[in-house]
């Protein structure tokens, strides 16, 4: 059945909604695709939904062509399982926990690894069972600190998550490729530009892990590719080659000097220009400076613990880097109350002297101390002498001081060396649209997985975990396809095939247009006709750019002359065509294929 403008369960708004930043979000809100609920809770109505089930398709598609089987947990969950692996308590606040009127724990699940555990140690217990694949496309709940732009960052959305059962490691290793090739297909089918990245596997543990990542200036998660070398990682997933030692034969003895009101690396380089000045001529860079930066890490059971973490001067601290290193603990800046609680840590005029968990210094802080990985053994540097108004210089790595272990946190920089050694890498931004793990054994061990291997030895199953973000999606192929005047979907993923606009006050034109619906409709084309009696062409022609269908259809004046119109929403091309033959040409139009993004 035609969705019929009059009738249909929609109102577009000409206003943008108050709480949206990207367009596609406001887009989504103003076409009448989505409505908000609360912070990061949404409505789908009919057009919304009609595009989900577009992509909840695509993605069943694929993976029933991998042989996954779909079936369906709940979205509200007991506790036990989750305290089993842990995750009732890593999962910090991100978890909706709740207590049901007898006071038993219970949550709304964020994902589903331990439900699947369980359900195949509960049904398979041979290796003959296996491999298995599994998925379900469900509503999942976190409580995300920062819920953002709609259907992006949503606390409910929808996921398909699928996990895979094999006894052997290569069992393990091929559903995970199989995984891969199907998240290919997907992607491409729903005609976003993406990349993917070596991923970190973080508080999910397992190894093998990569990102699809949809190209996206709006995107959260920053990237890094190398043109010459083909790699491509999440920032959070880099890892630095530790720098060749240097030597250090000729560096003279450390030695303290006055640098006067150098509290920042800014005002510390001018002070070692103006008093210090090298005696090779270059000048001194931030570069030749080591930074030493306090966090505090709150673990998830409330624990809190400061970190010391030292890094070249000219390199900030990437947030998302170090979140992912210190996870499942959060971290926060070293604020003014822990400094009061550190009276040895000199702000300003950190040093290593103090930091560590053995400090050089007297009356060291016992404070943990990482390294950035470019600090090499053997380099010099100019750093904090825990003073105030203080630096050391000269100060060798390896010979003065060391750390307790290097970290992977210094923002990284287009320009910078792949960490493959082949080339350089650029950086750019994107949005996480899947994500495929390989989980090994973690889960399996917590919660007894085990099944009978061919010589009848209890062995523990291997598992791989893959997600993609469905609701996701749909924001996510909203903010790459619209454009200043509304949506603009690609025919895979449009609420309808084909929007008819009939536009006069001529009965003839509506006759016209209900009998070319009809056999649009026959010939199996989803359409959306605009059969309104009352209201303005302007406002008709401004509806089906803001809905975003790929073919819109205006039936109005020309009809006299034997002809309409028929107009490609993304390409602005029109073109008239005569009534005989009309349906004809409209379903060769949207048989073709998308227009170059
Ligand atoms: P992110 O880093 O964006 O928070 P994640 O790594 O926590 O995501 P996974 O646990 O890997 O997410 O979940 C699988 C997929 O589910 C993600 O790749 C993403 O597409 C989607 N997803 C995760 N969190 C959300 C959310 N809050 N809203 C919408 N989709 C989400
Ligand atoms: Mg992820």
Redesign the pocket.
């Known amino acids: 059945m035609a969705m019929r403008l009059s009738t249909l369960f929609l109102r577009t708004l000409r206003e943008d909604p108050a709480d949206a930043e990207l367009p596609g979000h406001k887009l989504l809100v103003r076409a009448g695709y989505i409505r908000r609920a609360a912070p990061g809770v949404y409505s789908w109505l009919p057009l919304g939904l009609k595009v989900l089930r577009k992509v909840e398709q695509i993605v069943r598609e694929e993976m029933d062509a991998i042989g996954g089987q779909e079936l369906s947990f709940p979205g509200l969950l007991p506790r036990e399982p989750y305290e089993a692996t842990n995750r009732w308590t890593e999962y910090g606040d991100n978890l909706f926990r709740l207590k049901d009127r007898k006071g038993v724990d219970m949550l709304l699940g964020p ?1 589903h690894e331990e439900m699947f555990t369980l359900a195949v140690k509960d049904l398979c217990s041979s290796y003959k069972d296996l491999p298995l694949t599994l998925y379900q496309v469900q509503t ?1 709940y ?1 409580d ?1 600190a920062r ?1 953002r732009a709609g ?5 409910e ?1 929808i ?1 398909k ?1 699928s996990y895979s059962f094999d006894v052997a490691d290569e069992g393990l290793e091929a559903a995970y490729q199989r995984h891969r090739g199907a998240y290919v297909k997907m992607f491409d089918r729903l005609g976003l530009d993406y990349v993917i990245v070596h991923a970190d596997s973080g508080a999910m543990g397992g190894s093998a892990s990569e ?1 699809f990542l949809a190209v996206s200036p709006v995107g ?2 920053t990237f890094v590719r190398c043109e010459a070398s083909g790699y491509a990682a999440n920032v959070e997933a880099v890892v630095v080659p530790l720098a060749d030692p240097v030597d250090c034969a000729a560096t003279p003895a450390a030695h303290v000097e006055d640098t006067p009101d150098s509290p920042t690396i800014a005002t510390l380089v001018d002070q070692a220009n103006a008093l210090y000045p090298r005696a090779d001529g270059r000048a001194w860079t931030g570069a030749d400076t080591l930074k030493n930066v306090v966090v505090v890490l709150t673990y998830p059971d409330g624990r809190t613990e400061p970190l010391a973490i030292g890094l070249p001067g000219d390199r900030e601290l990437d947030a998302k880097r170090l979140g992912a290193q210190v996870a499942p603990a959060q971290w926060e800046p070293f604020e003014e109350k822990d400094f009061a609680a550190f009276p040895m840590l000199a702000k300003g005029y950190l040093g290593p002297g103090v930091l560590g968990e053995h400090p050089t210094a007297p009356g060291g802080s016992g404070i943990r101390y990482l390294l950035d990985p470019s600090v090499a053994d053997g380099s010099a540097w100019i750093t904090g002498a825990d003073e105030p108004g203080k630096h050391v210089f000269d100060l060798v790595h390896g010979r003065d001081f060391s750390a307790d272990g290097i970290v992977q946190a210094a923002e990284l920089r287009e320009g910078d060396p792949s960490p493959d050694g082949a080339g350089t890498l650029t950086l750019a931004r994107g949005i ?4 495929i793990f390989q989980l090994g054994r973690k889960y399996a061990e917590a919660l007894g997985l085990k099944v009978l291997d061919e010589h009848g030895k209890l062995v523990t199953v291997t598992m791989g975990s893959y ?3 469905v ?2 999606a749909v924001a996510a192929v909203a903010e790459a396809t619209h454009d200043d005047i509304g949506l603009a979907w690609p025919r895979a993923l449009a609420p309808a095939d084909v929007h008819v606009v009939a536009t006069g006050k001529d009965q003839a034109i509506f006759d016209y247009a209900e009998g070319l619906v009809g056999d649009l409709e026959t010939q199996g084309l989803e359409v959306i006709y605009d059969d309104r009696l009352k209201v303005s062409p302007g406002v008709k022609f401004k509806d089906a750019e803001l809905l975003g269908v790929p073919t819109i259809v205006v039936v109005g004046r020309g009809l006299a002359e034997g002809s309409i119109e028929i107009k490609d929403r993304r390409t602005g091309e029109r073109r008239e065509v005569p009534v005989t033959g009309a349906a004809e040409a409209i379903i060769a139009e949207v048989r073709q294929a998308d227009p170059p993004a």
């Open positions: 994902t999942k976190r995300e819920p259907l992006l960052r949503g606390r959305f996921m998550d990102e959260e998660d996480e649209m899947g994500h997600g993609v973000g609701s996701r």
